[in-house]
């Protein structure tokens, strides 16, 4: 009988009718740390203080999972009684070691706490929460995440973003951005119920090093957004308002060294204006000496690079095999006669601001290529250099060169014209602009009567064959011819026989070339021709409306509007 108690694993313990030990297998002896012979014939009231296996001898009944701690340990008991041919002969005690059940049950219950306390404190979160496994698929939302959204927490967990986003509920995923990447990423996303958010995600990695959870934080930015989308519309307003208080005092006083007397640049004006608001690439063509660096000057004046440098280089006045290392610069020892120090090139002077190629129609066809990459890969390799350099420039170019025709004769790389013509800015010739002449002709003379110290004047006759003349070389040729007449007269009236011969052999500018000409403009010409001899001639306003049997006020107007000098 013995042995069989002892090859049972559970302890027994069992008493006689006066509560002295009658069974003890090896099980209990190991939980009592008793030998049998000890404790066999002892009370177990006396071996065991918290023992009720006595009670059971006074209920007769049994009693199953009662709790008993012996030692440290905790086992659950079952009791019962013990009977013999009907008559009661003890009880007896099978024990189960439960010792680690309450160790795991005690933990359960803290982690069930940690468990309570964290979802207290996320759904007490003014910000909205949002959890993710390492695939993205979703765990849990707080109640802020939900009022702040209008998505509710039935509508997401357990699916993935992937599959959200395929539904449409957001635009983008920042929890599959931070999967691809592996570290804290942030967002601004619009979900489907028409709400702007600023989302971060940030992983939570194990000690291998993967992603196990993926926390993302919601701060609703609807307001900000519309207020943000409203400031954008006020400086838009802003920016057009600046545009237009600058064109209406060009209109009123004049631009200083820009003149735009003609309906034509005043429209290019504007034009130009509007270019300058982007950054897109801008071809410049036209006749030499029309004024195409003028206007790349005032494109970049009025961007917002303006504060940043404006550079410039005429492509057709540096040798090939200089012009390579001008634009974009050299290491020391790139070839014979280069700095020690190396050389920094136009490129990389010009970033952030403007770099303007004048006659680009005159690159040679390698630096084409070298251009072109640059300009495609907005990075640039200093000569003898294997390093990229990245730049942030804009292009502006120019030339007097048919550009078409070159890329047909193949002198123009193709892919390099449409490259730098996304948008076309064509300067008119002045011979086609001729109402823009006087203002040109007193503007200059301005210029250099100041830089000379004289006190020059021109007469309508004088006046009258510059604005006839048909000015190939344009506005470049007038300045020069302006600047030559000042230095030149003897006197401070510039007469017709102070200006170059070719000049004065024009026909009667009043009728010159009337084809060209408006009738309005073909009279007008003639009054300024009448009033200008008429001043001259009675050596006052007062007397020319006499000598012309008009209003001196009219002969002071008139006077004003067509500059003539008296």
């Known amino acids: 009988m013995i042995e069989l108690l002892d090859s049972i694993y559970n302890p027994i313990l069992g008493i006689d ?18 030998s049998r012979d000890t404790v066999l014939d002892q009370t177990l009231h006396s071996i065991l203080k918290n023992s009720k296996l006595h009670k059971i001898l006074e209920s007769k009944k049994t009693e199953s999972i009662q709790k008993l701690t012996i030692g440290e340990k905790t086992f659950l008991s079952n009791r019962t009684p013990l009977t013999i041919n009907n008559q009661p002969a003890g009880a007896i005690a099978i024990l189960q070691d439960i010792s680690e059940l309450e160790s795991i049950s005690s933990d359960l219950k803290h982690t069930r706490m940690i468990s309570e306390e964290l979802t207290a404190i996320i759904e007490s979160s003014l910000d909205g929460m949002y959890v993710t496994d390492g695939t993205g698929r979703t765990l849990r939302v707080n109640m802020a995440y939900e009022r702040m959204t209008g998505i509710r927490r039935e509508e997401v967990i357990g699916q993935t973003m992937g599959d959200l986003i ?27 119920t028409g709400k702007t958010v600023v989302a971060k995600g940030n992983p939570i990695k194990n000690d291998a090093g993967q992603i196990i959870l993926i926390v993302t934080s919601v701060r609703d930015i609807t307001e900000l957004s519309r207020l943000q989308e409203d400031l954008e519309k006020i400086k838009k307003c802003y920016r057009n308002s600046k545009i237009e208080l600058k064109q209406l005092r060009a209109k009123v006083r004049g631009d200083g060294k820009y003149i735009f007397a003609s309906k034509k640049m005043v429209e290019l004006r504007e034009y130009a204006l509007r270019l300058a608001q982007v950054d897109s690439t801008v071809l410049i063509t036209g006749e030499s000496g029309v004024g195409k660096e003028l206007f790349a000057e005032l494109i970049h004046q009025n961007s917002l690079r303006r504060d940043n440098p404006f550079i410039k280089i005429n492509c057709a006045t540096i040798p090939e095999n200089l012009l390579e290392s001008e634009l974009f610069g050299y290491v020391p020892g790139a070839f014979t006669g280069a700095k020690n120090s190396g050389k920094a090139g136009l490129f990389e002077i010009a970033d952030k601001g403007t770099l303007f190629l004048d006659e680009i129609g005159d690159l040679d066809l390698s630096l084409q290529a070298k251009l072109l ?12 250099d294997t390093k990229p350099i990245r730049v942030d420039v804009r292009i502006l170019t120019a030339t007097n060169h048919n550009m078409k025709k070159m890329v047909a004769e193949k002198k123009f790389r193709e892919d390099l014209f449409f490259r730098l013509n996304v948008v076309p800015l064509v300067v008119p010739p002045l011979r086609e602009r001729k109402e823009a002449i006087i203002k040109f002709i007193y503007f200059f003379l301005e210029k250099y009567n100041t830089k000379y110290r004289f006190n ?32 030149t007269a003897k006197d401070n009236l ?5 200006l170059p011969a070719y000049i004065q052999k024009n026909q009667d500018p009043v009728f010159f070339d009337t084809g060209a000409q408006s009738l309005k403009k073909i009279l007008e010409g ?21 000598i012309l049997g008009i209003n001196q006020s009219t002969v002071v107007r008139k006077a004003k509007q067509y500059h003539l000098g008296q």
């Open 166 to 192: 395929k539904k449409g509920l957001y635009d983008e995923s920042v929890t599959l951005k931070v999967m691809r990447t592996g570290k804290p990423e942030s967002i601004v996303q619009k979900v489907v």
């Open 17 to 34: 009718p006066s509560g002295r030990v009658i069974i003890c297998n090896r099980s209990a002896e190991e939980i009592l740390n008793r």
């Open 373 to 384: 990459r640059a300009l495609q890969d907005q990075q640039i390799y200093r000569l003898g």
């Open 526 to 546: 003639v009054e300024r021709r009448v009033i200008g001899d008429a001043i001259k001639k009675g050596g006052s306003t007062r007397k020319a409306a006499k």
């Open 494 to 498: 510039i007469v017709l026989e102070n």
């Open 456 to 487: 020059r004047q021109i007469s309508t006759q004088a006046s009258d064959h510059l604005i006839a003349y048909n000015w190939p070389g344009n506005v470049r040729e007038l300045e020069n011819i302006i600047e030559r007449i000042v230095v």
